[in-house]
Protein backbone atom coordinates (compact mmCIF):
# COMPACT_ATOMS: atom_id res chain seq x y z
CA UNK A 1 0.00 0.00 0.00
CA UNK A 2 1.27 3.42 -0.56
CA UNK A 3 -0.11 6.90 0.86
CA UNK A 4 -2.52 7.26 -1.80
CA UNK A 5 -4.23 3.99 -1.27
CA UNK A 6 -4.39 5.21 2.52
CA UNK A 7 -5.72 8.90 1.73
CA UNK A 8 -8.31 7.39 -1.04
CA UNK A 9 -9.65 4.28 1.82
CA UNK A 10 -10.07 7.75 4.48
CA UNK A 11 -11.53 9.42 1.38
CA UNK A 12 -9.51 12.50 1.95
CA UNK A 13 -8.94 15.78 0.10
CA UNK A 14 -5.48 15.93 1.64
CA UNK A 15 -2.61 14.75 2.86
CA UNK A 16 -2.85 17.14 5.98
CA UNK A 17 -6.68 15.96 6.34
CA UNK A 18 -5.59 12.69 6.35
CA UNK A 19 -2.91 13.40 9.00
CA UNK A 20 -5.65 14.70 11.39
CA UNK A 21 -7.72 11.61 10.81
CA UNK A 22 -4.77 9.12 11.27
CA UNK A 23 -3.27 11.56 14.21
CA UNK A 24 -0.43 11.12 12.71
CA UNK A 25 2.08 14.14 11.80
CA UNK A 26 2.47 15.68 8.30
CA UNK A 27 6.00 15.06 8.52
CA UNK A 28 5.53 11.06 8.60
CA UNK A 29 3.08 11.43 5.91
CA UNK A 30 5.16 13.49 3.65
CA UNK A 31 8.26 10.96 4.43
CA UNK A 32 5.80 7.86 3.81
CA UNK A 33 5.52 9.46 0.33
CA UNK A 34 8.41 9.86 -0.48
CA UNK A 35 10.05 6.56 1.22
CA UNK A 36 7.03 4.28 1.48
CA UNK A 37 4.87 3.08 4.54
CA UNK A 38 6.70 0.61 7.12
CA UNK A 39 5.96 -2.50 6.97
CA UNK A 40 4.62 -2.78 10.19
CA UNK A 41 2.47 0.57 10.05
CA UNK A 42 1.44 -1.36 6.56
CA UNK A 43 0.45 -4.03 8.17
CA UNK A 44 -1.49 -2.30 11.12
CA UNK A 45 -3.42 -0.13 8.69
CA UNK A 46 -4.26 -3.59 7.17
CA UNK A 47 -5.61 -5.09 10.41
CA UNK A 48 -7.26 -2.04 11.16
CA UNK A 49 -9.16 -1.74 7.17
CA UNK A 50 -10.36 -5.67 7.59
CA UNK A 51 -8.02 -6.04 4.89
CA UNK A 52 -9.69 -3.40 2.58
CA UNK A 53 -5.96 -1.84 2.48
CA UNK A 54 -3.18 -4.88 2.00
CA UNK A 55 0.36 -4.45 3.20
CA UNK A 56 3.40 -4.32 0.89
CA UNK A 57 5.59 -7.39 1.16
CA UNK A 58 7.77 -6.49 -1.31
CA UNK A 59 8.14 -3.09 -0.47
CA UNK A 60 11.74 -3.05 1.61
CA UNK A 61 10.89 -0.04 4.06
CA UNK A 62 12.22 0.02 7.81
Not at 12 to 28: F, G, P, Q
Not at 44 to 59: P, R, S, V
Request: aromatic residues 10%.
Amino acid sequence: MNVNDLKSFYNCKTYREMSKILNISDVAIWKWNKNGIPLKRQALFQIQTNGALKADLKQNVA
